[in-house]
């Protein structure tokens, strides 16, 4: 961590894969879509069985459409998104990020992104990161603040306040 101040940190550094999935988890980035997934599976496979008076009869290409639509929508498509973001986002470059009373500034190489509090909308905090997600430019954005990054525990649990104090918690 290269400052910390009364209201403002900055750390240098850079995210990697892990952590980046991790903060996709924690944001719920996918989630109203593995609820359509759900939803589309389960009339999919309804429509994969008939009832009548004397049993029920299964149709196998229904049921199979069913269950592979379910692994496409909840496992494969969520992983190449985060992929996607992840490039998409030059994560594993080095960039530099600043966070006082205006938001937060994170500076790539001459490139500078600014997100002010009220653009933000929820903190979420997990054993290994700080995460922010907004809206910027009328897109969701996500930032994410490794605690490896900072001196010490000290520092993230003070900053975790900061961050908690100006963004809340969405709710």
Known sequence: MDDISENTVTVTGSLTRDEYDEAVK???LFRRGRVVVVLGTVLLAASGV???AHGGTLHAVPLCIAAVYALLGLV?????????GFRRGRCA???RTTVDEAGVT???GGETTRVAWDEIRWYHETPRLHVFVGRSGGRTCLLVMPK?????????????VIAHAQAGDGH
Do not use: I, W
């Not at 490896?148 to 975790?160: K, N, Q, T, W, Y």
């Open 76 to 84: 494969v498509l969520p992983r190449l998104l985060a992929a996607r």
């Open 26 to 28: 924690a944001a719920g």
């Open 106 to 108: 994170v500076t790539r």
């Open 93 to 95: 470059e080095e960039k």
């Open 148 to 160: 490896r990054l900072f001196a010490g525990p000290a520092e993230s649990e003070r900053f975790g």
């Open 50 to 52: 008939s009832l009548s």
